[in-house]
């Protein structure tokens, strides 16, 4: 069941023009399902997309994944050490070599290094050994209906129709809880948008093809901001004085500065100035592990928007570029997960918009944690400490 080349660009068209269809959320399921309805035949769904779309039910395990992400409450090095496994490390390996032709063609055509893609590769479905048994169409339907964050899966539905009403999937195509497909887990937008066929047979398919897999996900990273050949972190040793105030990952400086301020390669040796900027990365603080982290690292963010999973993936790629492991170093201790929501909420009290309330270290939560850190004259290092708890 796979998509020809022929019909992808005119699909895609098809979905995007559609007329917009405001994003109601919650209420009678099955009346909210006929404003979807109306939508996918605004867009050119046939028959075979509808009834699928006629077929679709809500999935309370979705909303429980969606609910309970609690992985990401670990932290960094928690996190790192228990997806940058050695499985990971050697498929990869093996991975980069069978495929090294099709990588190379991928970075001669959007730029994107080949340690790039096998990292999200890996990440995600670990190399498409595990790509997910979550009905996609239940899930996008769930997600949409839910009032928690539907502006981000009601978009997918009608390319998701799209895609069943063509024979690209079945209609009880499975993946992720979230509603991708696929070995690097792609939404159905990006597959109608950016598929690419890898090995010449005329078809995109991103389950089953791994050279399809691995254009695809060089042309949706480059789609994302990706600057062609250019790095995305670096591991560094940070002095004991630095100015604090000037890390994070937005406030990104030449080389030649960080350098001045004493930041070297992890062995000690100077930094090479490449000629480019970058921030500096220090997702457990001041005393932990620390990265230059250049404009290429944003894409992670896109890919995922946790930090200690785009971290992560940009470390698994570094790892299978050749770097070593990482200096966890003796970072301060942190916070439990009912100190982060007791910290938190007293940012939130102070007028910070940390998102939910949920115990988790997101990006909003670092930049509020950095300014109060700030205003208490404490190192701006946007790790939350009981010392910062006590004092707020």
């Not at 050119?44 to 077929?55: D, K, N, P, Q, Y």
């Not at 009608?158 to 809880?177: E, F, K, N």
């Not at 004991?240 to 406030?251: H, V």
């Not at 896109?302 to 200690?308: H, K, R």
Request: hydrophobic letters at 40%; charged letters at 20%; glycine letters at 10%.
């Amino acid at each position: 069941m796979r998509l020809r080349l022929e019909i992808l660009a005119a699909l895609f068209l098809a979905a995007t023009a559609a007329p917009a269809v405001a994003q109601q959320c919650g209420g009678d399921f099955e009346a909210w399902k006929q404003g979807v309805t109306a939508e996918a035949k605004n867009a050119g769904v046939g028959t075979a997309g509808l009834e699928a779309l006629e077929t679709a039910a809500l999935d309370g395990k979705v909303l429980a994944r969606d609910r309970g992400q609690g992985v990401f409450t670990q932290t960094f090095i928690e996190f790192s050490n228990r997806m940058i496994s050695a499985y990971r490390l050697k498929q990869g390996a093996v991975i980069l070599k069978k495929y090294a032709d099709v990588f190379a063609r991928a970075d001669r055509e959007f730029g994107v290094q080949a340690p790039v893609i096998a990292a999200f590769w890996a990440l995600e479905t670990d190399f498409g050994a595990v790509q997910g048994d979550f009905q996609t169409l239940n899930a996008l339907v769930t997600l949409s209906h839910d009032c928690r964050r539907p502006q981000l899966f009601r978009p997918q539905i009608v390319p998701l129709l799209t895609l069943i009403d063509r024979g690209v999937v079945p209609a009880d195509v499975t993946g992720a809880w979230a509603g991708e497909i696929g070995q690097t887990q792609m939404l159905p937008s990006d597959y109608l948008g950016r598929g690419v066929d890898g090995d010449g047979d005329e078809v995109i398919d991103l389950r089953g093809s791994a050279p399809d897999v691995i254009m695809t996900t060089a042309n949706k990273i480059i789609s994302r901001g990706w600057k062609r050949d250019q790095p995305w972190i670096e591991e560094v040793r940070v002095p004991d004085d630095l100015p604090w105030d000037q890390t994070g990952r937005t406030n990104k400086l030449p080389l030649t500065q960080w350098a001045q301020w004493g930041v070297t390669n992890p062995n000690g040796m100077p930094l090479v100035d490449n000629g480019l900027k970058a921030g500096l990365a220090l997702p457990m603080g001041r005393k932990g592990p620390a990265f230059l982290v250049y404009d290429n690292f944003d894409v992670y963010l896109e890919w995922n928007q946790s930090f200690t999973y785009a971290l992560t993936a940009a470390n698994l790629a570094a790892r299978l570029a050749g770097a070593p492991q990482f200096d966890p170093r003796n970072p301060e201790p942190g916070l439990n997960g009912d100190q982060m929501r007791a910290l938190q909420t007293k940012l939130e009290a102070r007028g910070y918009d940390v998102g939910t309330v949920d115990g988790i270290l997101g990006t909003n939560t670092r930049e509020a944690i950095r300014k109060e850190q700030m205003r208490l004259s404490l190192p701006v290092d946007g790790w939350p400490t009981p010392e910062l708890l006590a004092k707020l």
